[in-house]
């Protein structure tokens, strides 16, 4: 029995530090610019209702969309992402940013 619980316990720390070292190692590039932000675009078409960044038509201020996916409401999300998202479009519908 206690071999067995000597085998739990190794497998178990063997486990944890697996975990930890991948945890703290950090993909090649991610601290080439260690502080800075990423650039963030607007990105129409892929707000939730009352969660949109700021001013579409019909209101002035942000979380007033009462739509959701909004093709005038925007949300900032950080730039190349807007492409890849469903309905995500750069510009508006109205043609106005």
Do not use: I, W
Not at 10 to 20: N, Q, S, T
Not at 43 to 66: E, I, L, T
Request: proline letters at 6%; hydrophobic letters at 35%; charged letters at 15%.
């Amino acid at each position: 029995m206690n071999s067995v619980n000597l085998l739990k316990g190794a497998l178990a720390g063997a486990l944890v530090l697996g975990v930890a070292a991948t945890a703290s190692a950090s993909p090649a590039g991610q601290n080439d610019h260690a502080g800075a932000k990423p650039a963030m675009v607007k990105c129409y078409g892929v707000n939730a209702a009352h969660k949109n960044d700021c001013q579409s038509p019909g209101h002035s201020c942000a979380g007033q969309d009462s739509k959701a996916r909004d093709p005038n409401g925007f949300v900032a999300v950080p730039a190349g992402l807007c492409e890849k998202l469903d309905g995500g479009s750069t510009t508006p519908a109205s043609g106005k940013a």
